[in-house]
């Protein structure tokens, strides 16, 4: 069984610059996270999607954050206009609608932004 | 905030030796679980016990939950060097999703 897929794996972009993500899930996962982990912390979610549909955006920053998951599939994150303290590891991560308690984790995308 | 804390922040010990890592967290709990984290890889989960279990075994791994202390332990006996790791652990709360701690890093010197 394939893994959840993220690209790009590492961004290097320049402050106020816009950066998007991509993540596919595993096949059969309902639904979808996404996680921001700055160095040193742990991952904290930042949107959970159930099929096409937002679960949770309470740690969204919406004034320059957004993300989208059109067809319940594939997964876009974006953020613009990027701030130095949005430097950190953006994980997706899938699960089966009743096993949220089970979530395969990508590889995550390295973000810097000067 | 209901994420739980890692004690120790980091961890060096000689293959061969156990390795002992803690978690405290804040609310009542549905379950909780343990993940580790290779350099610039994803999180990979280990290990899940529930609210109603006191002590779980996978392999070489041992995690003990104390709900009345709001704690858990993670145990990793006979460590490799393949263990050097970052490990998590992370809480359910709601029934929907869990919060990270701040994780223990783990070096396991050949």
């Known amino acids: 069984e394939a893994g959840v897929a993220q690209s790009p794996r590492y961004k290097i972009i320049e402050k106020r610059q816009s950066v998007a993500f991509w993540c596919n899930p595993i096949?059969?996962?309902?639904?979808l996270y996404w996680y921001q982990q700055i160095l040193g912390q742990g991952p904290k979610l930042l949107i959970q999607?159930?099929?096409?549909?937002?679960?949770?955006d309470s740690q969204l920053p919406k004034d320059r954050f957004s993300a989208e998951r059109l067809k319940g599939v594939d997964s876009t994150l974006k953020i613009q206009p990027a701030k130095l303290e949005d430097s950190a590891v953006y994980l997706c991560?899938?699960?089966?609608?009743?096993?949220?308690?089970?979530?395969?984790f990508g590889p995550g995308t390295r973000l810097t932004v000067l | 905030s209901q994420q739980g804390e890692e004690d120790p922040q980091a961890l060096s010990i000689q293959e061969g030796e156990n390795a002992t890592m803690n978690c405290s967290y804040k609310?009542?709990?549905?379950?909780l679980q343990w993940y580790r984290q290779n350099s610039g890889r994803g999180l990979v989960h280990l290990i899940l016990?529930?609210?109603?279990?006191r002590e779980k075994h996978s392999g070489r791994l041992r995690v003990t939950l104390d709900t009345s202390k709001k704690s858990s332990s993670l145990l990793i006996t006979a460590s490799r060097a393949a263990d050097t790791a970052s490990y998590f652990c992370?809480?359910?709360?709601?029934?929907?999703?869990?919060?990270f701690g701040t994780g223990t890093s783990l070096t396991v010197i050949p």
């Open positions: 992370a809480t359910d709360v709601t029934g929907n999703q869990f919060y």
């Open positions: 999607f159930q099929n096409n549909g937002v679960v949770d």
């Open positions: 096949s059969g996962h309902a639904t």
């Open positions: 016990i529930r609210s109603n279990e």
């Open positions: 991560a899938s699960s089966y609608r009743d096993r949220v308690n089970e979530q395969f």
């Open positions: 609310t009542s709990i549905n379950n």
